[in-house]
């Protein structure tokens, strides 16, 4: 399974963006997907995920009401809709796959393959 970020830029706070993971190697639509952050000298932290048939999403506290995942199983494309960016919000942005279910959405330990990330950076 191959996965390929994009979207990620250099934006005003208070501004948005889209960012895409695109998923090739395999059937897209059978297991759960998550976005992660990661600023500099800091861990890798849970953003948002959702099921494998879209129907069920998951934010971390800090991006509820903000961020919205989605996916589109058509295009093999998952989807982070980042509204209202803050400062903090900068970080690059790691898609990850949880091809064999292991685990649970939020621990980034559990995802079985990752996109290569796309850099956000927000200026106040």
């Known amino acids: 399974v191959q996965l390929q970020a994009s979207g990620g830029g250099l934006v005003q706070a208070g501004g948005s963006l889209r960012l895409s993971c695109t998923t090739s190697?395999?059937?897209?639509?059978?297991?759960?997907m998550g976005w992660f952050r990661q600023a500099p000298g800091k861990e890798r932290d849970f953003v948002a995920a959702?099921?494998?048939?879209?129907?069920?999403?998951y934010y971390a506290d800090s991006v509820k009401g903000r961020f919205t995942i989605s996916s589109d199983n058509g295009k093999n494309t998952v989807y982070l809709q980042v509204n209202n960016l803050k400062p903090e919000d900068t970080a690059v942005y790691y898609c990850?796959?949880?091809?064999?279910?292991?685990?649970?959405?939020?621990?980034?330990?559990?995802?079985?393959?990752w996109g290569q990330g796309t850099l956000v950076t927000v200026s106040s």
């Open positions: 190697g395999r059937t897209f639509g059978s297991y759960p």
């Open positions: 959702i099921s494998w048939d879209g129907r069920t999403t």
């Open positions: 990850g796959a949880r091809i064999y279910y292991r685990g649970t959405y939020y621990i980034a330990e559990d995802y079985d393959f």
